[in-house]
């Protein structure tokens, strides 16, 4: 059964009318991932040296147990970012004659058939020849390199059931980044050292095969815990019901106030918590609003006489701006579906536009909101957050959906936006020249010359007078897009 349902899945494939893109798409990747495992495998062959040129005068296996534990922390969050469910065909195997349990074991085994699953042996099998094996035996050696693959694929079966049952919900990112943070931070703060708790584990791998015996039996609980989790979830009318996503009707009040703008705006946030990709990207611009923290907190950017650092600008124009970067670089592909519907009302078109307009300067307006605590840290970064914000909803946005709306490109909202280059061309590049280059080419005269505050002034001042002159920026896309309306909904209508 298990390759029979193989070969419905290739000839499922091969008779796709994307057959050839999908093709070459995967060939691409697949090249791709045997680079990268290329480069896991030269770090495996090298891992004794690089940790003997880290720490030097220290045995090397002791320091790479005592470090051990972060990196199943980092695998635990790529995982999350990367791998994929097992649910794709079960919609379509459920109504079979072929057993429940059966479709969920092959399912869940046929995950287990990734690249991620190798990425442990590729690292660590070098390393427990040359280092574990000479000094304490095959065996000691064995028990170790199985200790850690153990709790690889431990992660890899709790992943399953995690992204499942917290996918694109604020619980599984909390979880997530808090582990990321908990396991570093704690180190950096000096609260407790993660890796010395969990040391004695792989210490005691290399003496006995008990730590080996109980990472299995995880491994086993784990796997059942997915299995578990999927059998009692596989019925085809939970899948086909509709996601209970909370707050998915609930309004922003006073959008409603600029008219059919205000009323598109509103749609078009409905439709940001009802669809799961652009959740994603809605809850990740909360978690960005702390990227000020790695640099305004770090010595290496202070300076003796107070001077702002020319990278804080960047920070504050991607703190103040994190939304209308991510979401706005595909301004007109999030309505793909439903763009037929607006280019066939009169004026559809420019009320769209706009309503899109009003909710990214809106949250905009929150995000600036959100960094103010930041002035805890000094009243310059509230400064830069300031001008950065005016030079974002004044100038940046404009620039932002002028290179959005050249040639747009299709997405389903439903899939999940890490790794999904659904929407994605050109365009969405080359929007990084402006975002990164723009500010400075305003603020770092008058920097120069004058001073940093100066800078600042200027960049805010520019900002102002981009929203002075909002109806007639503003006008010049709605223009374009008026101009290629049927180019752009003729590019909606190919298949994904």
């Given amino acids: 059964m298990f390759f029979e349902l193989i070969r419905l899945q290739y000839l499922k494939s091969v008779r796709s009318t994307s057959f050839a893109k999908s093709l070459l798409t995967n060939i691409l990747l697949g090249f791709l991932v045997v680079i990268l495992l290329g480069y896991v495998l030269g770090a495996g062959l090298f891992l004794k040296r690089i940790i003997g040129a880290l720490a030097e005068d220290q045995d090397p296996l002791v320091v790479l147990n005592s470090y051990l534990i972060y ?58 020849l040359e280092v574990v094996a000479s000094q304490f035996g095959r065996m000691a050696g064995g028990y170790w390199l199985g200790s850690i693959l153990l709790a690889s694929w431990t992660i890899h079966w709790f992943m399953l059931w995690f992204k499942q049952r917290f996918e694109d919900s604020i619980i ?40 080996f015996l109980i990472l299995a039996l995880v491994m086993c609980f784990s796997y059942w815990l997915a299995y578990r989790f999927y059998l009692s979830n596989a019925y085809l009318e939970d899948l086909s019901d509709e996601e209970d996503v909370r707050f998915v009707n609930q309004s922003i009040g006073f959008l409603s106030r600029f008219g059919l703008p205000g009323e598109i705006a509103n749609m078009e946030w409905k439709l940001i918590i009802r669809h799961k990709k652009s959740r994603t990207i809605l809850m990740l611009s909360g978690f960005f609003l702390l990227y000020g923290l790695i640099f305004y907190t770090n010595p290496v950017y202070q300076t003796e006489d107070g001077a702002i650092h020319a990278l804080f600008i960047f920070v504050g124009v991607f703190i103040t701006g994190i939304f209308m970067i991510q979401y706005g670089q595909q301004f007109l592909s999030w309505n793909s579906a439903n763009f037929d519907f607006f280019l066939n009302r009169k004026d559809g078109i420019e009320a769209l536009v706009k309503g899109k307009y009003l909710l990214l300067m809106s949250i905009s307006v929150i995000c600036f909101l959100a960094s103010v605590p930041y002035a805890f840290f000094g009243w310059q970064f509230l400064f830069i957050h300031l001008a950065t914000f005016f030079f974002n909803v004044g100038i940046l946005i404009h620039v932002i959906i002028y290179f959005a709306i050249w040639k747009p490109k299709p997405m389903d909202l439903n899939k999940g936006a890490m790794f999904n280059y659904e929407g994605i061309g050109a365009a969405q590049f080359l929007i990084m020249i402006p975002m990164m280059a723009g500010p400075y080419i305003i603020y770092l005269p008058f920097s120069l010359l004058i001073g940093d505050y100066a800078g600042l002034l200027a960049l805010g001042i520019v900002g102002i007078i981009g929203l002075l002159a909002f109806k007639k920026l503003s006008q010049i896309n709605i223009d374009k897009i008026k101009s290629n309306r049927y180019e752009i909904s003729s590019s909606f209508r190919q298949e994904l």
């Fill in 71 to 128: 990196y199943f922390l980092f695998e635990f969050m790529y995982r999350y970012f990367i791998q994929k469910l097992p649910v794709v065909e079960l919609e379509s195997l459920l109504h079979l004659p072929i057993g429940k349990t059966r479709i969920m074991h092959i399912l869940l085994l046929r995950s287990f058939i990734s690249p991620l699953s190798i990425i442990s042996l590729l690292l660590f099998l070098p390393f427990s």
């Fill in 172 to 211: 599984g990112l909390i979880v997530v980044f808090g582990s990321l943070l908990l396991g570093g931070g704690s180190s950096y703060l000096g609260w407790f050292n993660l890796g010395e708790i969990m040391k004695p584990v792989f210490d005691f791998s290399i003496q006995s095969p008990i730590p």
